[in-house]
């Protein structure tokens, strides 16, 4: 497609569940990344991802969340054991690396934990 | 400190100039940006400045940058209804041989009352 593709757009879970979010980066940007927003905060970055480079994780809160990059495109952010606080909205970007200011961001997924 | 810094909340009234202001810390910062995001939507990039210019102005929009102070303001003259939205500054973070990552404020929310 032509932007940056997230599913689900939004999604409740239990709390203690483990939760998939994924997201489709505009074919031919090598750089993705992820962010959070929380109500009545800004963007937090979580990871970033440029081609075959080791991920940057430094924005990850905690262990229980991880994400991973297939084939240099589709991205997962898996969070587990799900808590109240991971509530949020996730927000997908992707650019052409090199580009800072090309980002694209989707739409993002809502995640509400209850 | 957080990295970046804006006031949350900014009220006006239709044709009037809107000014949002955004302190940052990173003076090696390469890029300086600002970011639109409507209501249920993803971040749009509005603009963006480098850090060797002083201003920069699109249409209605006119960028200023205060390398000094670390400063960075966003002016939208005429101030539509349609521009009600929150608005984001970003400083780039960049690593170093590569690009980085965009560090966000907490938004600032612009209200333009008819």
């Known amino acids: 497609g032509a932007g940056v593709s997230q599913s689900p757009s939004n999604k409740v879970t239990e709390k203690g569940k483990d939760v998939e979010l994924r997201c489709d980066p505009i074919?031919?940007?090598?750089?993705l990344y992820w962010y959070r927003q929380s109500l009545g905060q800004g963007l937090e970055f979580l990871i970033y991802f440029q081609g075959n480079s080791a991920p940057d994780k430094s924005g990850l809160p905690s262990d229980r969340f991880s994400a991973e990059r297939t084939g240099g495109s589709v991205s997962t952010l898996t969070i587990q054991r799900t808590q109240q606080e991971d509530s949020a909205v996730y927000l997908c970007a992707s650019s052409w690396g090199g580009n800072l200011y090309g980002y694209t961001f989707g739409s993002g997924t809502r995640l509400t934990v209850v | 400190g957080e990295d970046v810094e804006q006031s949350l909340f900014l009220s006006v009234r239709e044709g009037d100039s809107s000014v949002i202001n955004c302190t940052y810390t990173?003076?090696?910062?390469?890029?300086l940006y600002w970011y639109k995001q409507e209501p249920g939507a993803g971040l749009q990039l509005l603009t963006y400045i480098f850090s060797n210019m002083d201003m920069k102005q699109d249409q209605r929009l006119t960028v200023l940058l205060n390398k000094k102070d670390k400063h960075l303001s966003l002016r939208i003259a005429d101030t539509q209804t349609g521009d009600s939205a929150i608005y984001f500054c970003a400083e780039s973070k960049t690593r170093s041989g590569n690009t980085g990552k965009l560090i966000f404020g907490q938004g600032t929310t612009l209200q333009v009352k008819p």
């Open positions: 074919s031919g940007h090598t750089a």
């Open positions: 990173d003076s090696s910062s390469t890029y």
